[in-house]
């Protein structure tokens, strides 16, 4: 008799990053918080996560996409992203990075299930917004896999300094130094 595979949510895969989010900044004594917007029936949606903190490094809006691997290469404009009264998704968000000054990110769930394995990829918007611009049909799987990534490990994400310095490092507006505090704290845990 062959499994039965479950594929979670949209909702889970946001859930599970906000509580990654909140995991590393609660360890490392970092004044940020992650949360979910509510979704509105009917109303388009900017961004699924955000980000708030004290420091520019860390204001962030998160969109959120699963792809099934064995099945897509890459992310498509045109099936993974919605158009509402004519204007496309993209376009709707990166304006809002533009009037707001937050830092965007594609975070996309990649799932294997052949292998059962799941691994989310932190794309920067700028690469999104640059294949957009030009037309792409795509984002290649080139460009997403060259960006950080987090491992689902144990039914859960987890973000550690070292992952969390990639994606402040990969970001549109990086910060012009990483907080030490976020060294030091993470590493006497883990010294614990």
């Not at 062959?2 to 594929?7: D, E, K, V």
């Not at 989010?21 to 940020?32: H, M």
């Given at each position: 008799?062959?499994?039965?595979?479950?594929?979670?949510?949209?909702?889970?895969?946001?859930?599970?990053?906000?509580?990654?989010?909140?995991?590393?900044?609660e360890l490392s004594g970092?004044?940020?918080?992650?949360?979910?917007?509510?979704?509105?029936?009917?109303?388009?949606?900017?961004?699924?996560?955000?980000?708030?903190?004290?420091?520019?490094?860390?204001?962030?809006?998160?969109?959120?996409?699963?792809?099934?691997?064995?099945?897509?290469?890459?992310?498509?404009?045109?099936?993974?992203?919605?158009?509402?009264?004519?204007?496309?998704?993209?376009?709707?968000?990166?304006?809002?990075?533009?009037?707001?000054?937050?830092?965007g990110i594609l975070a996309?769930?990649?799932?294997?299930?052949?292998?059962?394995?799941?691994?989310?990829?932190?794309?920067?918007?700028?690469?999104?917004?640059?294949?957009?611009?030009?037309?792409?049909?795509?984002?290649?799987?080139?460009?997403?896999?060259?960006?950080?990534?987090?491992?689902?490990?144990?039914?859960?994400?987890?973000?550690?300094?070292?992952?969390?310095?990639?994606?402040?490092?990969?970001?549109?507006?990086?910060?012009?130094?990483?907080?030490?505090?976020?060294?030091?704290?993470?590493?006497?845990?883990?010294?614990?």
């Amino acid at each position: 008799m062959g499994s039965l595979i479950i594929m979670g949510t949209g909702q889970d895969f946001e859930r599970a990053l906000v509580k990654a989010f909140n995991g590393f900044f609660e360890l490392s004594g970092t004044k940020a918080i992650a949360y979910r917007r509510p979704q509105t029936r009917y109303q388009p949606q900017l961004f699924d996560i955000f980000v708030d903190s004290r420091g520019s490094e860390l204001y962030l809006a998160i969109e959120c996409k699963q792809v099934d691997s064995d099945a897509y290469e890459s992310i498509y404009f045109s099936s993974h992203f919605g158009k509402t009264k004519g204007v496309s998704q993209v376009q709707r968000e990166s304006d809002l990075l533009d009037l707001c000054g937050r830092n965007g990110i594609l975070a996309i769930e990649s799932w294997s299930p052949s292998l059962r394995k799941r691994k989310a990829f932190l794309v920067p918007w700028r690469h999104v917004w640059y294949h957009f611009q030009r037309g792409d049909p795509n984002i290649p799987q080139s460009v997403i896999t060259s960006c950080p990534s987090i491992d689902k490990s144990g039914g859960k994400y987890s973000i550690d300094h070292d992952d969390m310095i990639s994606v402040i490092k990969s970001l549109d507006n990086p910060p012009r130094r990483i907080p030490r505090r976020w060294t030091k704290n993470i590493n006497r845990e883990k010294t614990i």
